[in-house]
């Protein structure tokens, strides 16, 4: 939803009939995950998309079906599927869409839109599969269980917000069948990932723009009031003059939190090391050479921490990718962030 919420927005303020996709499964290759989404108006005008350009026109044209009816749409392709070929789903997966009309989000648009605003972590729950009465409307999971929305079902509201909570946590969406229920689709809402940078220097310049551009907020911590400066980072989520030290221990240091140490100084370096690697941080790397890490680790070993802790830190930090400009250098710690995001097997 955050890729299409600003078109969303100038189109509600300008009176659009607005329809939205959403892809609710995929099997094989399929070229736009879960949650995927698309927005269209009957005047033409698009933002976001379900798949690589190859389902979109059929998807549109529903859209339109779907405002004049009011009622939403189920869609599937695949190879498997004549339609399929002729929008041009070649790639060999399958996907279904939910198309829907933009009053089905009304319930709860509001409330969505502001816990998306504030980052809090939530499904949304939709009926894809059920009866007229429970078609447009939606419900909302919040991570502790409590519940908002329009779509009341009573004999399952248990079991419904059980499975978006245990969703929620493996940060991936999916399907409900209820047994005398209708089917539901449970898109979800993981906490936004954080990359928090220690060291304003020039890589961090750049990987705050290429941290944004994957959908990371991004933090940068340096007590440097000449490197921490917003001409240097205008886009960075938030900007802390301080030393690592002093606001590392305030930071939710979770697996949603992903550290970088660029300094090359130990007085900052070190102590955030400390504090991080002691942390639940879903990834930590520091800069610098081999010859620069042993003398870092004896350092780290006599502020007391562990073999295990010290196994966690990537160092030199990136992936080997034989780059060596500051831009080649904070893609290479960009890739080994994504790839920490999505587990060592990918």
């Known amino acids: 939803m955050d890729d299409i919420l600003k078109s969303l ?3 509600r303020s300008q009176n659009e009939q607005i329809a939205i996709a959403t892809v609710v499964s995929t099997w094989g290759s399929s070229p736009r995950p879960v949650g995927a989404k698309l927005a269209t108006t009957l005047s033409g005008a698009i933002a976001g998309s379900v798949s690589a350009g190859c389902v979109e026109g059929a998807v549109i044209e529903a859209g339109t079906e779907v405002l004049k009816s009011g009622q939403p749409r189920l869609m599937a392709f695949g190879v498997a599927d004549e339609d399929a070929w002729e929008v041009g789903l070649a ?3 399958s996907i279904q869409v939910l198309v829907e009309p933009f009053s089905a989000w009304g319930g709860i648009y509001d409330s969505l839109r502001q816990h998306l605003e504030a980052r809090r972590p939530m499904a949304v729950v939709s009926v894809i599969d059920g009866t007229d ?4 409307h939606k419900m909302i999971v919040l991570a502790d269980g409590s519940t908002e929305g329009d779509l009341s079902l009573p004999d399952h509201t248990k079991q419904v917000t059980e499975r978006a909570l245990e969703l929620l ?4 969406g999916g399907t409900l069948d209820l047994k005398d229920g209708p089917a ?4 979800v809402y993981p906490p936004v990932p954080r990359l928090i940078i220690v060291g304003a220097v020039h890589v961090a310049e750049l990987l705050v723009s290429l941290a944004n551009l994957v959908g990371f907020d991004t933090v940068v911590v340096d007590p440097r009031a000449a490197f921490a400066t917003r001409e240097r980072f205008p886009h960075a989520t938030q900007l802390v003059k301080e030393w690592p030290q002093e606001v590392l221990p305030s930071m939710q240091l979770d697996e949603s939190a992903y550290v970088t140490v660029l300094t090359h100084d130990p007085k900052l370096d070190d102590p955030a090391l400390q504090i991080v690697l002691s942390s639940n941080a879903r990834y930590v790397g520091a800069l610098g ?11 780290l070993r006599q502020l007391g921490l562990t073999e295990a802790q010290l196994a966690r830190l990537h160092a030199p930090i990136g992936l080997r990718l034989g780059g060596r400009s500051p831009g080649e250098i904070a893609l290479s710690i960009m890739a080994q962030v994504v790839q920490a995001k999505y587990g060592p097997h990918v």
Do not use: M, V
């Open 184 to 187: 539901l689709f449970i898109e």
């Open 91 to 93: 790639c060999g997966g």
């Open 133 to 136: 009465d429970l078609a447009n």
């Open 289 to 299: 050479s081999r010859r620069t890490h042993a003398k870092r680790l004896e350092r």
């Open 169 to 172: 946590a493996q940060g991936t």
């Open 9 to 11: 927005e100038t189109w």
